[in-house]
Every structure is written in structure tokens, then in C-alpha cells.
Nanobody, 115 residues
Framework: VQVVESGGGLVQAGGSLRLSCAPS????????????VSWYRQAPGKEREFVAT????????KYGNSVKGRFTISRDDDKDTAYLQMNSLEPEDTAIYYC?????WGQGTQVTVSS
């Protein structure tokens, strides 16, 4: 089983991106809808930072202080996919963004915000 992120890219400051996270590989891996999903990010030379998490069934969400009010985490269990909508992006948001669910980490997707 793998977890795969997508949707990263280059965007100007003030712009938006939507990241996606979905399991791939064997269907016998895990049942996506039963697990919380979290996003983390790591900028060059910095430690990995918590960004957001959404609970099983999407009943609760939490955000890191640096992204509150700008990012929104959501999930569509019919599509086995979680999303991170990122608005009002700032150069400080530049990082590799990682998805984590059911104990699995993805390989990350690069987000670069130009000033």
C-alpha cells in the first residue's frame, strides 16, 4: 500500500492550490474511510511541521497556527481521497507537503510560492 499526494506546483503569492491524498496499490491494504488523515510540510533546512488533520468521517479538523484561516482540509470517502485547499499562499508556505494516514506516509508533493 502506498499513499500518494498530488496537486503541488508553482504559484504566485496570494494564489491557491489544492492538494490531494489517496491510497494506491493493493485493495487489501486498508479502508481509507476508517482513518484520520493529516498533512505535514517540510521546508528546506527546517523540521517537519504539522499542517492539518481531519478525523475519521470528517467530524473534526485541526490546523497548525501558521495556516489557520487560509487552508482547509476535507475528505471524500466515496473517492478515498483527502484534500488540502490552500488559499492566500505566501512564500513561507514553500515546502514539500506530505500526507499521512493509517500509519503510511506519502512521498510528498512540492509546493513553491513565488513572491
Amino acid at each position: 500500500v502506498q499513499v500518494v499526494e498530488s496537486g503541488g506546483g508553482l504559484v504566485q503569492a496570494g494564489g491557491s492550490l489544492r492538494l490531494s491524498c489517496a491510497p494506491s496499490g493493493s485493495a487489501s491494504g486498508f479502508t481509507f474511510r476508517y482513518y484520520a488523515v493529516s498533512w505535514y510540510r517540510q521546508a528546506p533546512g527546517k523540521e517537519r511541521e504539522f499542517v492539518a488533520t481531519i478525523s475519521y468521517a470528517g467530524s473534526s479538523t485541526k490546523y497548525g497556527n501558521s495556516v489557520k484561516g487560509r487552508f482547509t482540509i476535507s475528505r471524500d470517502d466515496d473517492k478515498d481521497t483527502a484534500y488540502l485547499q490552500m488559499n492566500s499562499l505566501e512564500p513561507e508556505d514553500t515546502a514539500i507537503y506530505y500526507c499521512k494516514t493509517a500509519g503510511y506516509w506519502g512521498q510528498g508533493t512540492q509546493v513553491t510560492v513565488s513572491s
